[in-house]
């Protein structure tokens, strides 16, 4: 009965809703009192603390903590004690640093040697912070490259992939790299602090990398199952840590160290056998400078609760602007997909207004460099870079823009060649008037619109290209999968389902036949590697946006799976549009075998055409109110020609 008392105190607290969440631990602690169970009372007043916190009662707060404190240092406790006490020092940092400090630093002895990485990466944060107000920041960027250190150290011990991908989806642990950032900014060091937010965005990629490997069998299936077996045993041994006692416990943390040492050497075999002497963490920046083009610029965006951080690479030097904080920015781009993603819509000033914020003196890097690289984070993987507007001209006009998922990731993956020989092109699947049951919830049927200028967008590729074809019930899932080790050149002109929770579940729409249903999940999706794949299917770059991670959806998968270069759209493109667009990038492609370059003037050909009023788009394929378009000549808007984007892990065409 407190157990369930608990939990819905739990659900409460998560909606907010304090009053009812203070009733059912009151009663929860009346059950725990009636049978005499020490340790789980000192659990629930634990949580009554930080729920009065939460409120604002402080004296109360302070009642409950104190008793909480005594009861579980009697009762053994140690990881609850650890974790009141790093909270009881979040709650005082601002108001209070030097009361903090000495909660963080009677919790650290307890998380070292409860062998918690996660505890102690959390204890350090709080130290850090402290160090960090008092103006300590050296000593702030030791205790926070420990934090980063352990929290990755955690984050590695996480069975499942979707929790280790959300891993920094913990409000505190969120914190660590961008105050990394912050810190190593302040002073100065920004190659530092350049390498310390490509650690951040590299981590999950080269996860999906290493899993993808293993999928392969490119890793003994023998070192695997120990590996398993090894972080199985790391997790018995810290839960025995947590409940033991003098000798007993100091015998375990020995034997759990040793266990660790040998996960670490197992992980190390591992990973040689997928990227050969290549480390992750042992890349200098010199090497990651030269992935890059000469006369190229990137720009690395970190997104931090108060302050986000842009750093310019230019060559080999840094340069460092000064952004606002994730809500503020996100509130501003949001403003501006909604009137890129509406065509009766005018996008201008908004495209202007983020871009002087975002960029304002870089304005000029930007105009003397040949080559634009983004490597974005947080809310900036949302919209395209290119829509942003200086000197009253979209910045898709002034040079060719690629996205980077992290240039630590095509550092590791350069060298790996390209296996696929072969160019295939599928189109205009055989939906009818059926319906599927909607991959995304599972939940209630869609129907499937045919796609009739897909039919004559995938026509014309196969002729530029001199690919292999598929079209209507032909473009199945079993054909698609069957190709898919060979090819070197692809094009999928169909519909895609985008899971906003699970992104195993997002899948693309084919043609069903037999027994397959022709909904092509991405866990089911397995390329050997390509030189250039393009989903011209609506969102098929979007998904679940993960903390440093990006968007969790086939950009990332395909990436980790070897595709070098990848076009997808981030919102539902018209396509008619399409039509127009993919034949001229694949033509200028095949000429320049630059895909940056081809997307460029794909984009720009359709806004010469659209200008000059030559290009109008049949309004019988738009619907409802956007066939005012063709009739008011607004084929100009972005909303036609700008969701595509390139991400590659080739920045040297």
């Known amino acids: 009965m407190a ?16 009053g009812k969440a203070k009733e059912a631990l009151r009663r929860a602690l009346a059950v725990n009192e009636k049978i005499g169970d020490l340790a789980s009372c000192a659990r629930v007043l634990a949580n009554l603390a930080l729920l009065s916190w939460d409120m604002g009662q ?18 053994g406790d140690t990881a609850a004690l650890a974790g009141l006490l790093n909270e009881r020092g979040f709650q005082l ?10 909660a963080f630093r009677q919790a650290f002895p307890l998380v070292r040697s409860l062998r918690d990485f996660q505890l102690r990466s959390l204890t350090e944060l709080g130290l850090a912070q402290v160090a960090w107000q008092k103006g300590k920041t050296e000593e702030a960027i030791d205790l926070l490259r420990n934090a980063a250190r352990d929290s990755e150290l955690q984050r590695g011990r996480v069975s499942s992939p979707l929790f280790r991908d959300l891993f920094f989806e913990v409000e505190k642990l969120r914190q660590i790299y961008p105050l990394l ?37 490119a890793v003994p299936q023998h070192l695997l199952a120990e590996r398993e077996k090894l972080r199985q045993r790391s997790a018995e041994l810290r839960a025995k840590i947590f409940r033991a006692q003098g000798e007993e416990k100091a015998r375990l943390v020995a034997e759990f160290d040793a266990n660790e040492k040998e996960y670490q050497f197992l992980e190390e075999k591992i990973w040689s056998l997928v990227a050969g002497k290549v480390r992750p963490t042992q890349i200098s920046f010199g090497q990651l400078t030269s992935l890059l083009p000469e006369k190229s610029l990137l720009l690395e965006f970190v997104c931090g609760t108060r302050r986000s951080f842009l750093l310019a690479l230019l060559g080999e030097k840094v340069r460092l602007r000064t952004l606002p904080g994730e809500e503020e920015l996100r509130s501003l781009i949001d403003r501006l997909v909604q009137k890129l993603r509406s065509p009766l819509e005018r996008p201008e ?22 080559r634009l690289f983004v490597v974005p984070d947080g809310p900036l993987h949302c919209f395209p870079f290119g829509t942003l507007r200086i000197k009253r001209r979209w910045l898709v006009e002034f040079l060719p823009i690629a996205y980077l998922p992290s240039l630590t990731f095509c550092f ?55 690919a292999k074809l598929y079209l209507g019930e032909e473009a199945t899932e079993t054909k698609l999968n069957e190709v898919l080790p060979r090819a070197r050149l692809l094009h999928l002109a169909l519909h895609c389902f985008v899971h906003p929770f699970r992104p195993e579940l ?43 991670e990006g968007f969790l959806g086939f950009g990332r998968k395909l990436l980790a799976c070897g595709v070098k270069n990848l076009v997808v759209s981030l919102w539902p493109v018209s396509d008619v549009a399409s039509q127009r667009l993919m034949p001229t990038f694949w033509r200028s492609y095949s000429e320049s075998r630059d895909p940056a370059q081809a997307l460029r003037q794909a984009k720009l050909s359709f806004l010469r055409e659209a200008r000059k009023g030559t290009l109008v788009l049949d309004a019988g394929t738009l619907r409802g109110r956007f066939r005012k378009v063709k009739k008011e000549r607004k084929a100009a808007h972005p909303f036609f020609w700008a969701g595509f984007v390139l991400y590659t892990g080739e920045p040297k065409p």
């Open 58 to 75: 402080q004296e109360e707060g302070e009642r409950f903590f104190r008793l909480a404190k005594e009861k579980l240092t009697r009762s």
């Open 412 to 466: 590791v993956t350069h060298h790996v060649p390209v296996q696929g020989r072969e160019a295939f092109v599928f189109g205009d699947p055989a939906y009818g008037p059926a319906a599927v049951l909607d991959p995304r919830y599972g939940l209630g049927q869609i129907p499937l619109v045919p796609l009739p200028g897909s039919r004559r967008e995938a026509e014309e590729i196969a002729q530029i290209l001199g």
């Open 93 to 102: 940092l601002r108001k209070d640093p030097t009361s903090a400090e000495k």
């Open 181 to 217: 950032v912050a810190a190593l900014c302040r002073q100065g060091q920004l190659g530092e602090a350049f390498l310390a937010a490509e650690r951040a965005k590299a981590a999950g990629l080269l996860d999906e990398l290493l899993r993808r490997s293993e999928g392969r069998r």
């Open 506 to 548: 997002s899948a693309l729409a084919l043609s069903p036949k037999g027994s397959d249903d022709g909904i092509l999940e991405l866990r089911e999706l397995n390329p050997a590697g390509c030189e250039l794949a393009v989903l011209s299917a609506c969102e098929s770059g979007r998904g679940r946006l993960a903390r440093g």
């Open 349 to 370: 000033k908004d495209a202007e207004e983020l871009g002087q914020l975002l960029l304002g003196e870089f304005t000029e890097l930007i105009l003397s460099s040949e």
């Open 3 to 18: 157990g369930i008392e608990s939990n819905l105190a739990a659900i409460f607290r998560q909606k907010k809703q304090f």
